[in-house]
């Protein structure tokens, strides 16, 4: 694997564990959170989803708009990292 790629994927890994992270401290889960972890059977509430999408918001630098949120985007945190990565370079977005 070319050395750029594996570069890519390790800094893709690690904002992965961010994602993780932000669950795992805002979120009351049955255990620690995974990237394929249902989020939605474990039972959280509306205030914990607000307060993890603004997480994701500072976290990142960037503005989640309203068209690209969905339950399938709360389904796991990997499809948390996939609404981020969806939401970079979008207008709007504070990439400083």
Known sequence: MPRRRKVIMTIAEDRMQD?????????DLDGPAQPDTALLDQGIDSMEVVKLLAALESEFSVVIP???????????????WQLVQATEGRDGGDHS
Request: hydrophobic share 50%; glycine share 0%.
């Open 66 to 80: 309203l068209e690209l949120m969905s339950l399938k985007a709360l389904r796991s945190p990997n499809d948390l």
């Open 19 to 27: 994602v993780l992270r932000l669950c795992d401290e805002l979120l």
